[in-house]
T-cell receptor, first 117, second 114 residues
Framework: ETGVTQSPTHLIKTRGQQVTLRCSSQ?????VSWYQQALGQGPQFIFQ???????GRGNFPPRFSGLQFPNYSSELNVNALELDDSALYLC????????????????FGAGSRLTVL | AQSVAQPEDQVNVAEGNPLTVKCTYS??????LFWYVQYPNRGLQFLLK??????LVKGSYGFEAEFNKSQTSFHLKKPSALVSDSALYFC????????????FGSGTRLSIRP
């Protein structure tokens, strides 16, 4: 089975720009969660997508948005980038045929490292 | 609101000695508890989880964790540390809901010296 793949692996943007990060979920998984991991910190939950709709959101402003596609892949979009958005963005897939559950194990990608100058 | 605390930023252990990485949690209701490990420039990898049942949970690479409801703790343990265990370890918690909103601690860097 294929794991979770994310692209790009690294990117540099300037303040005020917009960025799109992409994630392909593990085969058989129907749910995608996005996390932001700042340097030296634990991952912070951004949001989760199930059945192409947002299914839970953390404490992030609306300029963080996402999409999930029929093949369960997902995108994270960040508008009006700020310096504090510099971080490793992690995508994690989970689940199977049923709805998401707090008991599901997350399978993480290697992340996209965003630097905002 | 759910939260998880890892009181130690770093744990240093000699190879062959037992190791413990501490974790405490706060949730409303019955928790689901997880340990993940992160190697440099990599995503997080699942080690083990507690859902219900036996308080001692065994996971990958010889790690185990003990769920203690009265102390709201879920400490990670290994009887004999290896240098290859050196990595960043994250405790995480969630509750039963329709979302897999898993909340992570700040992480503990485990350093095993030869």
């Amino acid at each position: 089975e294929t794991g979770v793949t994310q692209s790009p692996t690294h990117l540099i943007k300037t303040r005020g720009q917009q960025v799109t990060l992409r994630c392909s979920s593990q085969s058989g998984h129907n749910t995608v969660s996005w996390y932001q991991q700042a340097l030296g910190q634990g991952p912070q939950f951004i949001f989760q997508y199930y059945r192409e709709e947002e299914n839970g959101r953390g404490n992030f402003p609306p300029r963080f948005s996402g999409l999930q596609f029929p093949n369960y892949s997902s995108e994270l979009n960040v508008n009006a980038l700020e310096l504090d958005d510099s971080a490793l963005y992690l995508c994690a897939s989970s689940g199977g045929t049923g709805p998401p559950s707090g008991a599901n194990v997350l399978t993480f990608g290697a992340g996209s490292r965003l630097t905002v100058l | 609101a759910q939260s998880v605390a890892q009181p130690e930023d770093q744990v240093n252990v000699a190879e062959g000695n037992p190791l413990t990485v501490k974790c405490t949690y706060s949730v409303s209701g019955n928790p689901y508890l997880f340990w993940y490990v992160q190697y440099p420039n990599r995503g997080l990898q699942f080690l083990l989880k507690y859902i219900t049942g036996d308080n001692l949970v065994k996971g990958s690479y010889g790690f185990e964790a003990e769920f203690n409801k009265s102390q709201t703790s879920f400490h990670l343990k290994k009887p004999s540390a290896l240098v290859s265990d050196s990595a960043l370890y994250f405790c995480a918690v969630s509750v039963y809901s329709s979302a897999s909103k898993i909340i992570f601690g700040s992480g503990t860097r485990l350093s095993i010296r030869p």
